[in-house]
C-alpha cells in the first residue's frame, strides 16, 4: 500500500460495515503513523487491503477488506499471507486483532489461518454496539 491508494481504500471501506471507517487521510498518512498496509489488486484496480501496526515485536491487524464484488476469490487469504511473512520478517512473534462476534465468516476465517481465540472485549464495537472476539497468531521462529 502507498499513501496514493488511500481513496480506493476509503472505497471499498464504505463497501464493507464489518471495517473500521477511517478517513482518507488516516490511509493516506498511515506510514508515518506506523502503521504497515497492503493491497490486493484484480486487473487494474484495488479490490482489498490489510492495515497492521507493529510495536516491540508484536503486531495488530487493524482492518481487512475486500470489496464485495471480490470475494471469495483468494484475495483475503492472499493479503493475510502476505503480511505475515512480512510481519515475520520484521521480527514480529505474535500477531493479534478482534473481529465482531456476529461474524462468523471472518472467525472462520482467521482460524483457518491459525489464529486462536485470546478472549473478549464486552461492547467494543460501536453501531450497533457488539463485543469483539480475540484472537492471536504466533508466528514460529
Not at 51 to 76: F, S
Request: aromatic share 10%.
Amino acid at each position: 500500500m502507498v499513501a496514493g491508494d488511500a481513496r480506493a481504500v476509503v472505497a471499498i471501506g464504505r463497501q464493507c460495515p464489518e471495517t473500521a471507517a477511517w478517513p482518507e487521510d488516516s490511509y493516506a498518512r498511515f506510514g508515518e503513523l506506523g502503521y504497515r498496509g497492503w493491497v490486493a489488486v484484480a486487473g487494474e484496480a484495488i479490490c482489498g487491503f490489510l492495515v497492521a501496526r507493529c510495536a516491540a515485536g508484536e503486531a495488530e491487524i487493524l482492518n481487512l477488506a475486500v470489496a464485495p464484488e471480490r470475494r471469495r476469490q483468494g484475495h483475503a487469504r492472499e493479503l493475510l499471507l502476505a503480511a505475515m511473512d512480512a510481519l515475520k520478517a520484521e521480527g514480529v512473534s505474535e500477531v493479534y486483532l478482534e473481529v465482531r462476534e456476529s461474524n462468523a465468516a471472518a472467525q472462520a476465517f482467521y482460524e483457518w489461518a491459525g489464529f486462536g481465540r485470546s478472549g473478549r472485549r464486552p461492547s467494543y464495537y460501536e453501531q450497533p454496539k457488539e463485543d469483539a472476539v480475540c484472537m492471536v497468531y504466533r508466528l514460529a521462529g
